[in-house]
């Protein structure tokens, strides 16, 4: 029994779980990137711009950590999709990570009596990185559904069938539509979180009508690409033979095969909507939580979709033989079950991150606590 239940299929089907969980939670505290995104439309003046850098500057470090984290267990669980994708679609991934790094230069110099380039030049960082970031993510996520144009040969070396590596994902319309969902989710969870963390009454009054118009191009561009995925062909995989082929309503039918997966997929998408119902309406500063835990379910429950159930999470619609699933991707059981016990200190850094969140937030951002607090954005 217990040779069962730590066999290597178990353990794919755990890291594939783990990276689902991660990839939740980086997609949920990118909040602070659609925050920065509206670094130039959101503040009326200076000290609405401050405040904002300094409400989403203390939570910056989570989301980059995540980040590291959720690159490090993908490479680390399933290498032969991290050296496809990065070997093959880098300039996506090339520029998913600059926009990162100038987001950390920019919390890090923008306030600086020497910054030489001045605030602005800081400000046009964040907001690159709050725009570019979210909408690159998510569509290089949707090419878990769509496709990518790659093919391996039998030592496992990548060929990219464009010159755009990566690039040419913006030509599709479904995986626009991710990519934008992404982005205005970030903005809305990003709205949120400053209702919920500055005291000041213009400034979240203004945030609760940004707050609308955002929400509704969320829903927009989520919709689109969520009845796009269930009416699609999925690419269906076979574990026995490796054969990967296109199945009719593939994607719907791993909802319905899977029922849980659906209840955690539809949970998670009422918990976003009240969130942002009982701020429109109650004026209630509490919607960050229940749209933070609805974004955290919705992703976890559309990962799993992507890699459960026989189907390919990194499909070639180039060369389909090529197509990645999680059994011919990841690492192997020795390297699994090595990681899955380190994995169990997962528990002890959640618990800390909620600790210092609270410590962190324990008082909302004012007028006065930035003229006296020593360290300022």
């Given at each position: 029994?217990t040779?069962?239940?730590?066999?290597?299929?178990?353990?794919?089907?755990?890291?594939?779980?783990?990276?689902?969980l991660?990839?939740?939670?980086?997609?949920?505290?990118?909040?602070?990137?659609?925050?920065?995104?509206?670094?130039?439309?959101?503040?009326?003046?200076d000290l609405?711009?401050?405040?904002?850098?300094?409400?989403?500057?203390?939570?910056?470090?989570?989301?980059?950590?995540?980040?590291?984290?959720?690159?490090?267990?993908f490479?680390?669980?399933?290498?032969?999709?991290?050296?496809t994708?990065?070997?093959?679609?880098?300039?996506?991934?090339?520029?998913?990570?600059?926009?990162?790094?100038?987001?950390?230069?920019?919390?890090?110099?923008?306030?600086?009596?020497?910054?030489?380039?001045?605030?602005?030049?800081?400000?046009?960082?964040?907001?690159?990185?709050?725009?570019?970031g979210?909408?690159?993510?998510?569509?290089?996520?949707?090419?878990?559904?769509?496709?990518?144009?790659?093919?391996?040969?039998?030592?496992?070396?990548?060929?990219?069938?464009?010159?755009?590596?990566?690039?040419?994902?913006?030509?599709?319309?479904?995986?626009?539509?991710?990519?934008?969902?992404?982005?205005?989710?970030?903005?809305?969870?990003?709205?949120?979180?400053?209702?919920?963390?500055?005291?000041?009454?213009k400034?979240?009054?203004?945030?609760v009508?940004?707050?609308?118009i955002?929400?509704?191009?969320?829903?927009?561009?989520?919709?689109?690409?969520?009845?796009?995925?269930?009416?699609?062909?999925?690419?269906?995989?076979?574990?026995?033979?490796?054969?990967?082929?296109?199945?009719k309503?593939?994607?719907?039918?791993?909802?319905?095969?899977?029922?849980?997966v659906?209840?955690?997929?539809?949970?998670?998408?009422?918990?976003?909507?009240?969130?942002?119902?009982?701020?429109?309406?109650?004026?209630?500063?509490?919607?960050?939580?229940?749209?933070?835990?609805?974004?955290?379910?919705?992703?976890?429950?559309?990962?799993?979709?992507?890699?459960?159930?026989?189907?390919?999470?990194?499909?070639?619609?180039?060369?389909?033989?090529?197509?990645?699933?999680?059994?011919?991707?990841s690492?192997?059981?020795?390297?699994?079950?090595?990681?899955?016990?380190?994995?169990?200190?997962?528990?002890?850094?959640?618990?800390?991150?909620?600790?210092?969140?609270r410590?962190?937030?324990?008082?909302?951002?004012?007028?006065?606590?930035?003229?006296?607090?020593?360290?300022?954005?």
């Open positions: 029994m040779t069962l239940l730590i066999s290597h299929l178990f353990l794919q089907y755990y890291w594939w779980v783990i990276v689902s991660l990839s939740s939670l980086l997609v949920f505290l990118m909040f602070v990137q659609g925050g920065q995104s509206m670094i130039y439309s959101l503040p009326d003046n609405h711009k401050t405040m904002i850098v300094n409400a989403l500057g203390r939570k910056w470090e989570f989301t980059f950590t995540t980040l590291v984290t959720f690159g490090g267990v490479f680390a669980s399933f290498p032969l999709f991290y050296a994708s990065f070997g093959g679609a880098y300039w996506v991934w090339i520029a998913i990570l600059f926009s990162f790094i100038i987001q950390a230069i920019a919390y890090e110099y923008r306030s600086k009596s020497a910054n030489i380039f001045g605030t602005k030049t800081f400000d046009l960082f964040l907001f690159l990185n709050g725009a570019l979210p909408f690159l993510i998510g569509t290089a996520v949707a090419t878990f559904f769509t496709g990518s144009q790659y093919s391996l040969n039998l030592m496992f070396n990548v060929e990219w069938a464009t010159e755009w590596h990566g690039l040419e994902a913006l030509l599709n319309g479904r995986n626009l539509a991710l990519g934008l969902a992404i982005l205005f989710l970030t903005r809305v969870n990003g709205l949120l979180y400053i209702i919920n963390s500055v005291d000041d009454e400034l979240v009054k203004k945030s009508r940004k707050l609308m955002n929400s509704v191009s969320f829903l927009v561009f989520f919709l689109f690409f969520l009845v796009t995925l269930l009416l699609s062909d999925g690419f269906a995989a076979n574990r026995e033979t490796g054969k990967v082929v296109l199945e309503y593939k994607y719907l039918h791993n909802f319905i095969q899977m029922p849980v659906i209840i955690i997929f539809l949970a998670g998408v009422t918990g976003v909507l009240y969130g942002i119902a009982i701020t429109i309406f109650r004026n209630s500063r509490k919607g960050i939580w229940f749209s933070g835990t609805g974004t955290v379910l919705s992703v976890f429950a559309i990962f799993i979709v992507a890699g459960f159930n026989g189907t390919s999470f990194y499909p070639s619609s180039y060369h389909m033989a090529s197509s990645l699933t999680i059994h011919n991707a690492s192997s059981e020795f390297t699994l079950k090595t990681m899955m016990y380190v994995s169990f200190i997962i528990p002890f850094v959640v618990a800390y991150i909620w600790y210092a969140w410590e962190i937030n324990k008082k909302r951002i004012t007028e006065d606590e930035l003229k006296n607090d020593g360290h300022v954005y």
